[in-house]
């Protein structure tokens, strides 16, 4: 058990460090997007969080 969640664990990391360099290669496209308009669309969406 203790593999499966270091290998989870790692998998997760990997794909966040691909998420940020992805923003950091097309960092010029990213200047350009404009954050309120997506914090809006995000809004929108009604999610409920259920605890």
């Known amino acids: 058990m203790k593999i ?3 290998e989870l ?3 997760m990391t990997d ?3 691909n ?3 992805l923003c950091y290669i097309e ?3 990213f ?3 404009d954050l309120q308009q997506i914090k809006k669309a ?3 969406l009604n999610w409920f ?3």
Request: charged fraction near 40%.
């Open 15 to 17: 794909e966040w460090l």
């Open 42 to 44: 995000f809004l929108d």
């Open 49 to 51: 969080i259920v605890y």
């Open 31 to 33: 200047k350009g997007l």
């Open 27 to 29: 960092r010029e496209i």
């Open 19 to 21: 998420d940020l360099m």
């Open 4 to 6: 499966i969640k270091t």
């Open 9 to 11: 664990r790692n998998k």
